[in-house]
């Protein structure tokens, strides 16, 4: 009747059983504190159901955070465990948990945690800053959110009901394959990320024809802020690199649903077939991340050092060269598994030539700044912050362009010193200083600069206390995935030096969250009355904070790159249109949350092998999509009046300043 | 940045949309492109993977072969016609390029899945080696495709029926037109690689 | 009916070529082939036969992408038709690639006796 699901799936060890009782117990608390203050409904009609690619954004980072903490629940876990276990000691966790945990963390941060914030702030920011008021298709948005949300909740949900993979958030075969892992874990792995891919998948669509669609008129291509070229970057990467993904991901469900053989050990199957895909997958990946980062950081510079961005054409042109080089580099990934010298050096050659676009970028930010009235803002010290970490990772990333070198370091804490690097520096760094500079547009209160000063140091301090002694340990012999060494190799005291800037770096995280309270706390005295706090030059900036749902009045006609900053300058009084005009914007609707929770059913019907479940979900998808499909969206009208009243409230509250 | 422009209504006109939309479609048929190419990869590699079991020549049949690709490629002709009688807005004539490219499609189908059951019957099914996983799977998600592409054909065929060439059929038409054309160049590279090279 | 235009005929031109030219490199391609798994290894090579079959693909899908998918007909700027070469570029990189990488690897790790087999086959020891 179940499938393969029974009582066995519900008992777990003590750890787990507290973590799945606190999740349980904080989600009934919120629900408890939904239904007494009255926002259930609320909930649905203004955030669940809603097509505004703002809401959605919000929700999209409301959904990372959770993972982040999840996450780093789990780096607790790593780092407690290696700073213990030497010797004799055996630390908290046995090594079957442990696969998990590592496996568990990966998984979570790239897919759910990075991918989430990033499709959260391209919600947010993508359409205001082009001057549209909305993606090119509203519905899909809602759809790739709440696949996106579907895949977090298997993740999510493998920790009470059954268990995650053991096998690396990559799930290399033969070990990802039934006979080595024929639990439910690596299942679980296959089926959020299929689901979630998905999403991802429709939203680079989606942006894609959002860019090329809908700019406000007189944007040409070179009159788009650099931001703008990085998006179209990173969404051309998602769309040609996520097939790939989906392919592989279905055929080693295919070997371990229908005893397919692409990657068995047996029976004419090739496991590095596997490994060749999923990197050809991963490796774009990791610039889909680190693209939007780089815009960010570009926008951030310009704005805080008073001047406009140096080399905007050569930056286009980076972009561009790293968009088309990062699906040439990506056996660099397995050079150690047993390519000839002509292979291995291709791969290599290519992977340094990519490093050159983005030393480009650095040097264009540095000039930017040069002679430039820098104000040391939060978000100008994440930068910073990243300058120093990624330039740090970046060489490391150079010398394992190396085969030779690569030999010595691949699958060390050398490696993982890298790429965590790579993300945390580059990606995280870039998602924190874009969230701390336009934290004030979407609620109209600036944030605490004290307490986010105060939580960059620590976090800074503490991801070098973290991650220095892994690339010595790494150049010292020590491998990834460890949960136990011998006393002898005199590793325990770099591990316990990566304990305590783990601990520093959730300290830090703590101190941001502070922030967030206590800026919501003393709001009303840190108002933005005139929407541009940090006299920004893009046009999102031109809009009240918080913006209205439709954002913009009138689709603004624009004339010069940073054109929000030029018409600043320019002496023209501000235009009042002589009338308002009724304003359509999509209507709520339930649809994308029905769509996506038939795709998360049959995902789980096929994780437990509920036979009977899964052609009833497949119908109810196809189903829903049929009628979604068959009916034009429907709109809501803002009748003329209300924006104009509306307009008529922002442009007082500016005329405040 | 001046404020001369007030948005419409509906922010957007019908062509507004359909070229939109069919940007969209485009770029999605471009990444279920890169999902075949991955398969067709994974194939290439694997195709000598019989594990001692029958590889292409001992399997295919050919005369069923060239019929099912005949019947797609005037099926494929037939969604072009299709979108000429579109443009001129005769909807009896859509109805028969319809009916045609449904009919056409669905004898391809028949002919795939014959072949696909005296494979299993015979037991060389999906399981018997790393060949001919790869194999049903490539044919077999193309035929998917196919499944999917019939399905869409009789549910806008029942919205021309009923509700006329509206804008929203006709956008619908040019897509699945789009689709189908896009599922025989597919066609075009399986023939090839998977049944005229595999014989050899 | 109406009277066709000259926009219709030449769309309906197009297709009809498309249509002739596909069917026709077909049908040369399925009977090359026949033909060699006949018996007529003296006129076919397996060379001939392999490149005659990439390069009737070839000229199918290009007729098919003009005439059936109107590649190049849009008017500026011509998205569809950047996305599309985009497209080709990657496909080409990840299939030749792919192949390229897991030959080489297959070449790199054969056992003794596949190590063997090849010397004898390819360099005549």
New interface residues.
């Given amino acids: 009747m179940f499938g393969k699901l029974t009582i066995s799936a519900f008992v777990h060890d003590p750890i787990t059983n507290v973590a799945i009782l606190g999740t349980i117990i904080i989600g009934i608390v919120g629900i408890i504190l939904l239904i007494r203050f009255k926002k259930l409904s609320w909930l649905w009609k203004n955030w669940l159901t809603s097509l505004d690619p703002k809401k959605i954004g919000v929700m999209y980072i409301a959904i990372a955070t959770f993972m982040l903490l999840r996450g780093l629940a789990d780096v607790l876990l790593i780092r407690t465990q290696q700073a213990l276990s030497s010797g004799a000691s055996h630390g908290i966790i046995n090594a079957d948990t442990f696969q998990q945990v590592f496996s568990a963390h990966g998984t979570m941060m790239i897919f759910f945690v990075a991918m989430g914030f990033l499709f959260g702030i391209l919600n947010l920011i993508v359409p205001p800053q082009i001057g549209s008021r909305d993606v090119a298709f509203p519905f899909l948005n809602s759809v790739s959110f709440w696949l996106f949300a579907g895949g977090a909740l298997l993740v999510n949900l493998s920790l009470a009901v059954g268990e995650f993979s053991a096998a690396g958030w990559l799930a290399y075969p033969p070990l990802s394959e039934l006979s080595y892992s024929p639990g439910v874990g690596v299942d679980y792995w296959i089926w959020s990320l299929q689901i979630a891919g998905v999403g991802s998948l429709l939203s680079g669509i989606n942006f894609l024809v959002t860019i090329i669609k809908l700019r406000a008129p007189g944007m040409t291509p070179m009159k788009m802020p650099i931001f703008i070229w990085s998006v179209l970057g990173s969404m051309s990467l998602v769309v040609f690199a996520f097939p790939i993904l989906t392919a592989t991901l279905s055929m080693l469900a295919l070997d371990r649903t229908l005893g397919m053989h692409f990657f068995t050990a047996e029976a004419g199957g090739n496991a590095m077939m596997y490994v060749n895909l999923i990197w050809a997958w991963g490796h774009p990946e990791v610039y889909i991340l680190i693209l939007p980062a780089f815009g960010i950081f570009s926008e951030i510079v310009s704005v805080f050092s008073g001047k406009r961005l140096f080399g905007y054409k050569s930056m286009v042109w980076a972009l561009g060269a790293i968009t088309f080089l990062s699906f040439t580099v990506w056996l660099h990934h397995f050079f150690t598994m047993g390519a000839g010298a002509d292979v291995n050096s291709f791969f290599g050659i290519m992977t340094m030539i990519i490093a050159i676009p983005t030393g480009v970028k650095i040097f264009n930010w540095l000039f930017t700044m040069y002679r430039g009235r820098v104000r040391l803002t939060t978000p100008m010290l994440w930068f910073l912050g990243f300058v120093v970490t990624f330039t740090l990772g970046g060489v490391a990333g150079v010398l394992m362009s190396v085969p030779a070198i690569d030999y010595q370091v691949h699958n060390s804490l050398f490696l993982v010193a890298h790429f965590h690097t790579m993300i945390i520096g580059g990606v995280l760094f870039g998602i924190f200083a874009g969230f701390t500079y336009w934290f004030p547009k979407f609620t109209g209160f600036t944030l605490n600069e004290r307490i986010g000063r105060w939580a960059f140091w620590v976090w800074l301090f503490g991801f070098l206390l973290a991650f220095i002694p892994l690339y010595i340990l790494g150049l010292m012999g020590a491998t990834r995935r460890l949960d136990h060494y011998d006393a002898s190799l005199g590793w325990q005291g770099l591990f316990i030096v990566a304990g305590i800037g783990a601990t520093l770096i959730c300290i830090g995280v703590a101190l941001q969250i502070l922030q967030v309270i206590v800026s919501i706390v003393q709001r009303k005295q840190h108002l933005v009355l005139d929407g541009d706090p940090w006299n920004g030059r893009t046009l999102e900036w031109s809009t009240v904070s918080p913006p209205p749902s439709y954002t913009f009045a009138v689709i603004p006609i624009v004339t010069d790159r940073d054109d929000f900053w030029v018409s600043k300058h320019q002496s023209i009084p501000d235009q009042v249109p002589r009338h308002y005009r009724a304003i359509a914007v999509p209507k709520n609707t339930s649809a994308g949350i029905v769509i996506a929770g038939f795709a998360t059913l049959i995902g789980f019907a096929v994780i437990w092998q509920i036979i009977w479940l899964i052609p009833v979900a497949l119908l109810g998808l196809i189903i829903s999509c049929i009628i979604r499909l068959s009916h034009d969206a429907e709109e809501e009208i803002i009748s003329a009046v209300d924006v104009e009243r509306q307009e008529l409230t922002a442009r007082r509250q500016r005329d405040l300043v | 940045m001046s404020e001369r422009v007030n948005a419409g209504l509906h922010g957007e006109s019908a062509m507004q949309k359909q070229a939109k939309v069919l940007l969209g479609f485009w770029i999605y048929l471009m990444t279920d492109l890169v999902l075949f190419a991955s398969l067709f990869a994974t194939y290439a590699v694997l195709r000598s993977n019989t594990f001692g079991g029958p590889g292409g020549g001992q399997l295919f049949n050919l005369p069923l072969v060239l019929v099912e690709t005949i019947l797609l490629l005037t099926s494929s002709f037939t969604a072009g016609l299709l979108t000429i009688v579109l443009s001129r807005g005769n909807r009896r004539l859509v109805m028969v390029f319809l009916a045609l490219t449904f009919v056409l499609g669905v004898g391809f189908l028949v002919i795939e899945l014959t072949e696909f059951s005296h494979l299993i019957q015979d037991g060389n099914s999906w399981q018997r080696s790393g060949f001919l996983s790869a194999f049903f799977t490539l044919v077999g998600m193309h035929g998917l495709h196919i499944a999917v592409g019939l399905l869409w054909m009789l549910v806008v065929g029942y919205q021309v029926l009923y509700r006329g060439l509206t804008t929203a059929v006709t956008r619908r038409l040019r897509l699945i037109s789009l689709f189908w054309h896009f599922l025989d160049i597919v066609w075009i590279f399986i023939f090839s690689i998977v049944y005229m090279i595999g014989v050899l | ?2 009277k066709s235009t000259f926009s ?1 005929r030449t ?2 031109g197009r ?2 070529t ?2 002739i030219v ?2 026709a490199a ?2 040369i ?2 009977f090359f ?2 033909n ?2 006949a018996g007529g290894h003296q006129v076919l090579s ?1 060379t001939f ?2 490149i005659s ?2 390069l ?2 070839i000229i ?2 290009v007729v ?2 003009v005439f ?2 109107h590649i190049g007909k849009e008017p500026k700027p011509r ?2 038709m950047i ?2 070469f ?2 080709l ?3 080409v ?3 030749g ?6 030959n ?2 297959d ?3 054969m056992t003794p006796e596949q190590t063997k087999t090849y010397l004898q086959n390819n360099e005549g020891l």
């Fill in positions: 009916m109406k219709e769309a309906l297709y009809i498309g249509f596909s069917l077909t049908l391609v399925y082939v026949q060699r798994i397996h036969l392999m079959i990439a009737l693909a199918q899908f098919q992408a059936f998918l998205v569809k996305a599309f985009f497209m570029l990657i496909v990189i990840l299939v690639g792919s192949i390229w990488i897991m080489n690897l070449y790199t790790m």
